[in-house]
């Protein structure tokens, strides 16, 4: 099946919501935190966000904010997980990004997951600790333009 990524709609934001409610790892706590709003305003006014779509449905989605230069999600269906979708959209996702600043962009991830490899993996530096609970990554755009 072919996927193809593409800018985020607000017309997507129904399926986002499913895809970020359907993960297994970094669970929100409660899904109402997360709003349909929020969405909205991280794709249009604070930064930009991306789907993949397998026969027009979202089964993965990226959104970076250019407000607090943060990865502010990237997530994927778990049935979609392991084919290089999340890779696509992280990619498309930072090139944008380092497109529109050259300021480091940092994200939060839980400890001891596959995300935390996977962002290990794509040459992102821990740094440290966000919060009370969550590993601090930063990438700079001298690390992401000179990764081979």
Request: overall charge negative; proline content about 3%; glycine content about 6%.
């Amino acid at each position: 099946m072919q996927h193809i990524i593409r800018t985020a709609t607000i017309s997507d934001i129904p399926q986002i919501q499913i895809v970020r409610n359907s993960v297994t790892e970094n669970v929100l706590s409660n899904p109402a935190l997360v709003t349909d709003q929020d969405c909205a305003e991280f794709i249009t006014e604070r930064g930009k966000g991306w789907v993949c779509t397998i026969e027009d449905q979202v089964v993965g989605f990226s959104i970076v904010d250019l407000k607090e230069n943060n990865i502010w999600a990237l997530f994927l269906l778990p049935s979609v997980e392991k084919q290089g979708i999340g890779r696509l959209l992280h990619d498309t996702m930072l090139d944008w990004y380092f497109e529109q600043t050259s300021t480091t962009v940092w994200l939060g991830t839980t400890p001891n997951t596959r995300a935390a490899s996977f962002y290990r993996k794509a040459g992102w530096q821990e740094v440290g600790m966000h919060g009370k609970d969550e590993l601090k990554f930063e990438m700079s755009q001298q690390q992401w333009l000179g990764r081979s």
